[in-house]
């Protein structure tokens, strides 16, 4: 398909099936991640890929706690999780990171693979256990900021129609 097929037919998916892409689709996915485009080239987020439904279960309590719902999974029974995070200090850092997750967004619905772009990473990872999952992943959180999360998967039922486009949304100034 081509790109602005491929840009019109992206959804975001909140209905998952138990399978998860294959590690090989994950790497090719992640590593679509890596050529996004940063302030300056400076190449400073890093995405971690979490497949253990503890772990993800964990992190999606304290992301449904930050929006103050917490019997919501608020990554609906996605099976991969990817965070993505950035240094602290990159004052691009969310430009790059949102770079990062849209690239890899693509990418994955390139393949016929779900996902969804979810929020409150950055608070997710500010609590005592965030910081403490970060260490885990060998991120200083000091260093490291969450910038926004990924679910991917297949979808379960059927795939979200499109919407159309609001208008007003394309102004000119010539």
């Known amino acids: ?28 996915i ?3 991640g890596t050529y996004a485009p940063s302030g300056s080239n400076r190449q400073m987020s890093v995405a971690v890929c979490i497949t253990d439904p503890k772990t993800i279960a964990a992190i ?10 917490k019997d919501t999974d608020p990554f609906y029974g996605a099976p991969v999780l990817i ?26 619905h390139d393949m016929g693979i779900d996902g969804c772009w979810i929020h409150r990473a950055k608070e997710t990872f500010e609590t005592e256990e965030g910081r403490e999952l970060m260490r885990s992943f060998g991120l200083d959180p000091d260093e490291y900021e969450g910038i926004d999360n990924v679910i991917l998967g297949h979808h379960a039922g059927s795939y979200p129609a499109d919407k159309p ?3 007003g949304r394309i102004l000119w100034a010539d």
């Open 60 to 69: 999606g309590r304290l992301n449904a706690a930050v929006m103050g719902k």
């Open 83 to 108: 965070v993505v995070f950035d240094r602290r200090e990159n004052g691009t850092r969310i430009m790059d990171g949102s770079a990062v997750i849209l690239t890899m967004l693509y990418k994955a």
């Open 1 to 28: 398909m081509n790109f602005t097929e491929l840009i019109k037919t992206r959804r975001s998916v909140r209905a998952y099936t138990g399978q998860a892409p294959t590690k090989a689709e994950l790497e090719e």
């Open 165 to 167: 486009r609001r208008e």
């Open 30 to 32: 992640l590593k679509a």
